[in-house]
């Protein structure tokens, strides 16, 4: 069992992670690192279930037989991209707050919000 | 030209995103999206009445057989759904014009209704779909235009409630892809009819009972939920006017189509409601909910803030409703999301109008009020009664069922709560009306003069619809009813 | 591996090194996914995740300043959410099938249609390209959807009402001192890039075959564009490249996709169904992958370059807002 499902550990693992990282912390770079790392994470879970041992990649040739799943492979290169358009706009999101703002930290920004209400 | 109506639905505004950066004046740009949407709401109406007359329709995206290729697949929740949206997206694009050139600069006019497009196309491909992580791609076109389009509010405020919303729509929606790898992983299947027909077999694995509870969660940051909710108040504040209305009235409801969709037709009805105490669950936090967020709402001086907290109570009640468990209370649900739409969309619209001219949603700044602007406070009154569930208004037409519903079950005690709830909507709403009608406004004040036409029509066009609903009530309820059943199918 | 380089980024203060370490995530992930046959994936994480979102974060950092000021907070209470989420997964995992395990679910129901069939059905080797441009096409159309959206997105944040001009002498002056330091740099790079852009037309053409596609292709296009504005400046990028052009670029490309999918319809086929667009079927599927990839990395390329410049143009704004501040 250990060895069958340890892959998906160390991906919960990973995923927990990222997942700390963008509720726990303040910064907001750092928060948009986190959400990478968790989705990163997932991507790896997905081509994990594709893969198929003793299979090559899919793309057929005459010396292969035996193909990991392409389905999940499909599946994560929309994920990505969609992964990589989240991040382009977060980013974007940071650098016009840290103008409007003068800040980048959570609760700074919190505070400056309070004091104008 | 007919049997392709599925997916003209959702490609005719795609297709016409990228169109918009071609015309570049604004103005021609706002009656193209005008033309798209009114488009989108004439196939929704073409697709109910075949959806009624013929019963579901299956399209195969490129000709692939599913669960193979994308199918996209109306039954008569989806039709519903979609005739919301693009009605409401209709009737409030009407009013954009007007109301983005006071709140956004011109140049960003283009984008703006390039955005508005996506996130309309997003909404109706989430609704249509057939296929688990379609929905996850459409979800993303319409959060990511979301955020860029709440981002364009005036003032700093609304950068960073867009960058909070962002950061919770990506956890949900995170957590719905894992969710969707889970049930892949156990089935080998993405599409959802064929989900349902191999589920059964591996439910009471651990697997799919943590698939089902990540899903549930992902949904639920989606449909603001209390206590996931935080997002939602920020966001509706200091988003555009225009955007708040479309938004209001139609992205938790598609959240909540998802949860409908997943919990009855994928999952299926018996694996939903036994395996987790997801009714006790759903009924706690829907009460909660509604009580909480309801009493948020009364110490508001941002009636942008207001509504939307009064948003998240009436969330509440549509998942109280789902709760019940029964086709009745199903059906006051669905009732519940088409009058909300109405209520919520009139609502933000006519605040949208004093926006407009006041250029504040304060409530000190809405002092006398009523004088000045009669026609747009009037408005305001009725879709406030409407939320209080006044008689002869949509809200009372909701919650009269949503009650019937929950005492079908002998739950009078909730059915005490759902009218205590009620109380609490008078409160806020009488706030509004004392200040506008009964307070002299500051002297020194400028005056201001009614709304537009350009604005006060859509907003009454929408307030009508409340009252004609509210009144004759056929055909709500039948659409509502015909679809709890059907998602009921032999399920008791 | 992963583990580590993870851990060291929640503890770093640094974000510069919390950037580096992102993209040393990235590659790692990519490698990753290469020992788990998935290599067009592969391609991509690496294009993107050590690439694209790497060099964005750097931009941001430019304006942002790279210290993390404040501790972070909330530490318990995440904790046990975070702790709680992962026992419900690990508890998930407990009745998943082994990894590896060919008589997986996943592995028998859907998938082997595509395996055994597309080779009659699409007629393309890489059987990614065939799933991902025709069996599951609509998906992709939304994929590249939601890259114009983000496109969309960072143009209505950041964009500028017009391009600076470029009166600013001593800005310029300074940014002309720096690239002239870097003039070994820019000579092999000016030779590097025809190199780069033609590997793109490759990896757009090959895809079909090897790993690759528009997507890939896309970004490789960018980044010989990218490479070029970070070494000759903006004001010179700019020159050559034409924003509004680019921008309506992104939308041709999202368009074209939409097309071929309309000309299907209005063959007689269902939307996005390729086999229709001429007589022979696989002839018909060669060419609609053809056309959709070749949509996908146009608009790829271009959000990509809308992206670089209006973030890259943003530091430039600020600097002169800054030194117009300190001479007003």
Not at chain 2, 44 to 49: E, G, P, R
Not at chain 2, 273 to 297: C, D, H, K, R
Request: aromatic share 10%.
């Amino acid at each position: 069992m250990i060895v069958g499902l340890y892959n998906y550990w160390i991906v919960v693992i990973l995923m927990m992670i990222g997942f700390y990282i963008v509720i726990a912390q303040g910064n907001l770079i750092k928060k948009i690192a986190g959400l990478i790392i968790f989705q990163t994470s997932v991507f790896i879970f997905y081509i994990s279930i594709g893969k198929v041992d003793g299979a090559t990649a899919p793309i057929l040739a005459d010396q292969f037989s035996q193909y990991s799943n392409p389905l999940p492979h499909v599946l994560i290169l929309t994920a990505i991209v969609v992964g990589i358009a989240t991040t382009a706009l977060g980013l974007a999101l940071i650098v016009r707050i840290k103008e409007a703002y003068g800040s980048i930290e959570e609760d700074e920004i919190q505070e400056k919000d309070n004091q104008e209400c | 030209m007919l049997a392709h109506l599925p997916v003209l639905q959702v490609i005719v505004p795609l297709l016409a995103a990228p169109s918009c950066l071609i015309i570049k004046r604004p103005v021609l740009v706002w009656m193209f999206t005008l033309m798209v949407s009114g488009a989108a709401f004439l196939i929704s109406i073409a697709l109910l009445q075949q959806v009624l007359a013929s019963g579901t329709i299956s399209y195969e995206m490129g000709g692939w057989a599913p669960p193979w290729g994308i199918e996209y697949r109306i039954d008569e929740l989806n039709a519903i759904l979609l005739l919301i949206i693009s009605a409401i997206s209709t009737v409030v694009l009407l009013a954009a014009q007007t109301s983005i050139t006071a709140e956004i600069s011109e140049d960003r006019h283009t984008i703006f209704y390039a955005l508005y497009l996506l996130s309309l196309a997003g909404m109706l491909g989430i609704v249509s779909t057939g296929d688990a992580f379609n929905v996850f791609v459409f979800l993303e076109i319409s959060s990511l235009s979301a955020y860029a389009m709440i981002a364009m509010g005036q003032g700093r405020r609304a950068l960073w409630a867009s960058y909070q919303y962002l950061i919770m729509g990506t956890i949900g929606a995170t957590f719905i892809l894992i969710s969707i790898g889970l049930m892949y992983q156990m089935t080998g299947t993405l599409n959802m009819a064929d989900l349902a027909d191999r589920l059964p077999q591996v439910a009471n694995t651990k697997t799919v009972l943590v698939a089902f509870a990540f899903f549930i969660v992902g949904v639920c940051l989606k449909l603001a939920l209390f206590p996931l909710h935080m997002w939602l108040p920020n966001a509706y504040s200091y988003a555009p006017s225009i955007v708040t209305a479309f938004f209001a009235a139609t992205s938790t409801k598609v959240a909540l189509y998802l949860l409908i969709r997943f919990t009855f037709s994928v999952f299926g009805y018996s694996f939903s409601f036994t395996t987790l105490p997801l009714q006790e669950l759903f009924l706690g936090l829907g009460l909660l909910g509604i009580f909480i967020a309801s009493a948020a709402a009364i110490y508001q001086t941002n009636l942008k803030h207001l509504f939307a907290y009064s948003s998240v109570a009436q969330i509440g009640y549509m998942i109280v409703g789902f709760s019940v468990g029964t086709s009745a209370g199903l059906m006051a649900t669905l009732l519940h999301v088409f009058n909300h739409a109405l209520i919520k969309g009139a609502l933000f619209l006519a605040l949208g109008a004093v926006m407009y001219r006041v250029n504040s949603v304060q409530l000190n700044d809405f002092k006398g009020l009523a004088r000045q602007m009669p026609l747009t406070m009037a408005a305001i009154v009725v879709g406030g009664l409407s939320l209080i569930g006044v008689p002869l208004t949509v809200g009372f037409v909701s919650k009269w069922y949503l009650v019937m519903a929950v005492l079908d079950n002998g739950w009078w005690p909730v059915a005490v709560l759902i009218l205590l709830g009620s109380l609490l909507a008078i409160v806020y709403v009488w706030k509004i009306v004392e200040v506008a009608y009964f307070i002299d406004p500051e002297p020194g004040t400028p005056q201001v003069s009614e709304a537009p036409m350009a604005l006060l029509v859509p907003v009454w066009l929408l307030v009508a619809g409340n009252i004609y609903f509210g009144i004759d009530t056929r055909l709500g309820v039948q659409m509502a009813q015909s679809a709890a059943q059907s998602l009921f199918g032999g399920s008791p | 591996m992963l583990l580590c380089v993870a851990v060291a980024i929640v503890r770093m203060k640094d974000l510069l090194a919390v950037v580096m370490l992102l993209g040393v995530y990235g590659l790692l992930s990519a490698s990753f996914f290469v020992t788990m046959d998935a290599v067009d994936v592969a391609f991509t994480e690496a294009s993107v995740g050590a690439g694209i979102s790497t060099v964005l974060m750097l931009t941001t950092i430019a304006m942002t300043g790279r210290n993390e000021s404040a501790p972070p907070y909330k530490h318990l209470l995440a904790l046990v959410l975070v702790v709680m989420t992962g026992a419900l997964l690990v508890y998930g995992t407990m009745d998943m099938p082994y990894f590896g395990f060919a008589e997986a679910p996943a592995n028998l129901h859907v998938a082997p249609r595509y395996i055994q069939d597309s080779m009659a059905e699409v007629g393309v080797p890489n059987l990614v390209t065939a799933v991902l441009a025709s069996y599951r096409g609509f998906d992709t159309f939304g994929e590249v959807m939601v890259i114009f959206t983000a496109g969309l997105g960072v143009l209505a944040l950041l964009g500028l009402a017009k391009p600076p001009k470029d009166g600013d002498a001593e800005i310029d002056l300074l940014h002309d001192k720096l690239h002239e330091q870097h003039l070994v740099l820019r000579v092999v790079c000016k030779m590097l890039i025809p190199f780069i852009l033609l590997f793109a037309l490759y990896v757009q053409f090959h895809g079909d075959f090897g790993p690759g596609g528009g997507f890939q292709a896309g970004v490789i296009f960018a980044a010989a564009i990218i490479l070029y504005g970070m070494l000759f400046g903006l004001s010179t990028a700019r020159r050559v490249i034409n924003q509004p052009l680019v921008l309506l670029l992104s939308g041709i490309g999202a368009m074209l996709y939409g097309m071929v999918g309309v000309v299907s319809m209005l063959k007689g086929g269902d939307f996005l169904d390729y086999s229709v667009l001429l007589s022979d079927p696989i002839a018909g599927q060669h060419l609609g992958i053809l056309l959709i990839e070749l949509g996908v990395g146009i608009t790829v390329a271009s959000v990509m370059v809308i992206i670089f410049f209006n973030f890259a143009g943003r530091i430039e704004y600020l600097q002169r807002k800054r030194s117009r501040d300190k001479q007003g």
